[in-house]
């Protein structure tokens, strides 16, 4: 059964600060990995889907990398701002149609 | 156009209540979803329908029965249901089920459901 980690559990920087999250796996059968953000008491936002095929994506502020043979993936946010202060969760499809979700880091940025 | 919308966005209810959730997308998306997520919990998976017929029932309990009318259209039907069933109930669809872009899921807003 797929199981996924993500470190640290919640996170607090000051504005402009680059900052990397954590997401960890079980079973690196995976078709693919998503990033999603939400805020509170919101649905979640698609940030950035990793095909398995692929190592990493970009969209603006925003990188993730996949290592598929280590179980890992990170988020890498550039030049934080208040604005990026939200959950962060990392999701790993191993199946048709299914989605198994990390815990979540809380992020906070103060300005 | 790639927004999933749901409503109500709100909804209290009592135990004896009969109540619908709904949720629609107009991407072409032929795979929708039900998930459940309690606070600082991540999303559960409850159900999937691909193709307007369900593949996946995680074993939800029967007083959530959930329904396809079409391809564009999925709905949550509530009924007797309990205080611990107070969740956000999220909606998601993609355009199939398999790898890369086939599989990305796409999220409603959610709605706050409040069982009394």
């Known amino acids: 059964k797929q199981e996924v980690t993500q470190i640290p559990a919640a996170l607090s920087v000051p504005e402009g600060e680059n900052l990397v999250l954590n997401c960890s796996f079980t079973?690196?059968?995976?078709?693919?990995l998503q990033w999603f953000r939400q805020d509170p008491g919101k649905g979640l936002t698609s940030l950035l889907l990793?095909?398995?095929?692929?190592r990493e994506q970009t969209s603006g502020r925003l990188n993730a990398s996949l290592d598929k043979s280590s179980g890992r993936s990170t988020l890498y946010i550039a030049a934080s701002q208040p604005g990026d202060s939200a959950t962060y969760l990392c999701?790993?499809?191993?199946?048709?149609?299914?989605?198994?979700f990390g815990k979540g880091t809380m992020l906070l940025v103060s300005p | 156009d790639t927004e999933v919308t749901q409503t109500p966005k709100h909804l209290v209810m009592g135990m004896t209540n009969k109540k619908s959730l709904k949720c629609e997308q107009h991407?072409?998306?032929?795979?929708m979803y039900w998930y459940k997520q309690k606070a600082k919990k991540p999303p559960e998976l409850m159900f999937v329908?691909?193709?307007?017929?369900?593949?996946i029932n995680e074993s939800v309990p029967s007083r959530f029965s959930p329904e396809c009318p079409n391809s564009s259209l999925l709905n949550l039907h509530l009924h007797a249901l309990q205080p611990e069933d107070s969740a956000l109930y999220l909606c998601?669809?993609?355009?199939?089920?398999?790898?890369?872009?086939?599989?990305?899921?796409?999220f409603g807003p959610g709605t706050r459901l409040t069982v009394l």
């Open positions: 991407m072409g998306h032929r795979a």
């Open positions: 998601a669809s993609s355009r199939g089920g398999g790898r890369g872009r086939e599989g990305e899921q796409f």
């Open positions: 329908y691909s193709y307007e017929k369900l593949s």
């Open positions: 999701a790993v499809s191993s199946g048709y149609s299914t989605l198994t």
């Open positions: 079973d690196s059968a995976i078709y693919n």
């Open positions: 990793i095909q398995s095929s692929q």
